[in-house]
Nanobody
């Protein structure tokens, strides 16, 4: 599975961004997809994941502010990020796996996309 992420950028605190991740290769709809982020000087952190049927999982730090959705016809997932905070600043990685959810144990990783939230 190949993953292509896009949509990062610079936004002020309180603003919104939407990340997209397009999957290709093996039957992408068989895979759970999600996002992991890594802030400067910190370890990687699970953000959100979605199953093929649309079930979602969120880290407590983003619950209520981020919304993950998927379009199986396009093999694409979307992470809508609202009420962004400076602590959301990180490189965001799109990930995919047949079984993983709220973990870092994803088999497939896309390139990172930078999200910067200014105060």
């Amino acid at each position: 599975v190949q993953l292509q992420a896009s949509g990062g950028g610079l936004v002020q605190a309180g603003g919104s961004l939407r990340l997209s991740c397009a999957a290709s290769g093996r039957t992408a709809t068989d895979y759970r997809m999600g996002w992991v982020r890594q802030a400067p000087g910190k370890e990687r952190e699970f953000v959100a994941a979605i199953t093929w049927s649309g079930g979602t999982y969120y880290a407590d730090s983003v619950k209520g502010r981020f919304t993950l959705s998927r379009d199986n016809a396009k093999n694409t997932v979307y992470l809508q990020m609202d009420s962004l905070k400076p602590e959301d600043t990180a490189v965001y990685y799109c990930v995919a796996d047949r079984r993983a959810t709220m973990t870092l144990e994803y088999a497939y990783w896309g390139q990172g996309t930078q999200v910067t939230v200014s105060s």
